[in-house]
């Protein structure tokens, strides 16, 4: 069973807009609302691949409300903790000559909110289960959470996948997670240096040996992927698709790699760089589709480099 952890998510409200024009009356034309989260993502490909996942994370408030709406009307399965603050919003404004995004303050969360989805990744998962924590922290916790929700998982027997950036990734590592999956900027920030892409192979083996991580995902964009996984080197060749949206292209590569990392390493390896690249097919916040998946499997390339 896939469980993912989405500690700070947000309900992400689209206005669809002609212009923006200062000191005019603008029209919205179209709203659209949508349950955000990197480890929520994760679940809904898991899902439009055919397999179960459950979103662990906490809402609050009406924008709580309306994320669990909004799953049940998507049939994502989810394990809501209740928290006293407004789950954070964040306003985009889509017109014709781009996007405007606004980022609403968001509400921290305390120690005993933190402790009850601690004790809900107790409660929930079993040993041999995998666990995805992707995203950022929302006010009130340190980096060190990550470090804390790793050593957890992997004392209760679960196999823990990290993706977050920054401090918090630093942190995680620290506690060996089995996975991590940083796009070329976060391997970078991770290491300390900017990479280049022909260095990301030797980068992906120390960040291994160094902290004891049986799977580095790495994402390249437009470049594919580099993966060094149970100590073997891969790489993805891009799969040339119209680029229409980025947005949750990672998610989609990592939720299609852990779906069939127990099948084979080659079969999870083709899934994740084939639902990364049909998720870029698709505008706005559409996800990769399971049809386009399969067609892309066929063009999917891979090497093993060592």
């Known amino acids: 069973m896939i469980f993912t952890l989405t500690m700070n998510p947000s309900l992400d409200r689209y206005l669809y807009v002609d212009d923006l024009i200062l000191d005019d009356t603008i029209r919205v034309k179209k709203v659209e609302e949508y349950a955000a989260g990197k480890g929520i993502d994760v679940s809904r490909v898991i899902r439009e691949m055919g397999g179960t996942s459950v979103a662990i994370c906490p809402l609050g408030g009406d924008n709580g409300i309306k994320i669990e709406f909004l799953l049940d009307n998507e049939r994502v399965l989810y394990s809501a903790v209740r928290i006293k603050k407004e789950t954070r919003m964040n306003i ?28 809900m990744i107790k409660a929930v998962p079993r040993s041999g289960d995998t666990l995805i924590a992707s995203g950022s922290l929302p ?26 950036d920054s401090e918090n990734l630093k942190e995680a590592v620290k506690a060996s997670p089995f996975g991590i999956k940083p796009n070329i900027y976060e391997l970078s920030r991770l290491i300390g240096k900017d990479l280049k892409k022909d260095e990301v192979g030797e980068a992906v083996k120390e960040i291994s040996e160094k902290y004891g991580i049986t799977d580095v995902l790495v994402t390249l964009g437009k470049d594919g992927a580099i993966a060094y996984v149970d100590k073997k080197l891969y790489k993805m060749e891009p799969i040339e698709v119209e680029v229409k949206s980025s947005v949750g292209a990672g998610d989609s590569f990592l939720a299609g790699f852990v779906h069939k990392r127990d099948n084979s390493i080659e079969d999870a390896l ?7 690249s049909a998720s870029v097919m698709n505008e706005g916040t559409t996800l990769c589709k399971k049809k386009d998946v399969k067609k892309l499997l066929k063009e999917v390339v891979i090497e093993r480099i060592s």
């Open 92 to 119: 985009i404004v889509q017109s014709l000559k781009g996007q405007y995004r606004m980022s609403l303050p968001g509400a921290s969360l305390t120690r005993f909110e933190y402790e009850l989805i601690m004790d």
């Open 139 to 164: 006010e009130g916790l340190l980096p060190s959470a990550y470090f804390e929700i790793v050593k957890l998982c992997k004392d209760m027997g679960l196999r823990v996948y990290v993706d977050t």
């Open 270 to 276: 083709k899934l994740a760089m084939a639902c990364g």
